[in-house]
């Protein structure tokens, strides 16, 4: 069960290495492609990495992003059609809950549950600077929680396990 883990720990690493290297404006090599496809090509994502990391980039680059205004109380705020950081916290509860499935780790209900809270979250940005970043944060909260919550799970066993066995190898001799 941890050694299904470690694939998914890669897998996770792997992309979020990718998408802060792209956020920052970077371009990754043949080699970093190499390195994070190799792990990333396994699973059946929608829409593949490179095409959401691409989208991803073109959205957090722009110097001129898609941009609209919407008038409340006396003031006109000015915000993304489309929040990169919302869209991108998405597709990693995605590449979690798919390499959850494909390195065969048990899954609980309420990671699926949280996992479709967070599909549900609307990436279009509908008000100021305080809504968008607690609409992040709450994206955010769900995506540790659908990362946690399996590896929590399958190190309950560990737990007593361990011990355990250190007392069966202290009665036997």
Known sequence: MIANGTGTV????GWTKAAEKVQAG???????IGLVGRYLY????????????????????????PRASRYIADDY????????????????????????QLYALEVPDETYNTYQDLSA??????????????????AFYNVTQIINEPFTLALTGTLWLYPTAVCTLCLMI
């Open 77 to 100: 705020f000015s915000y993304w059609i489309e929040s990169p950081d919302l869209i991108n916290l998405q597709y990693l509860g995605q590449i979690a809950i798919t390499s959850f």
């Open 42 to 65: 396994k699973l059946q994502l929608d829409p593949d990495w490179d095409v959401q990391l691409a989208q991803l980039g073109e959205l957090w680059n722009q110097t001129n992003p």
């Open 121 to 138: 979250v609307n990436t279009t940005l509908i008000g100021g600077e305080t809504v968008n970043s607690t609409l992040v944060d709450e």
């Open 26 to 32: 970077g371009i990754l090599t043949d080699r970093e």
């Open 10 to 13: 890669l897998v996770l690493e």
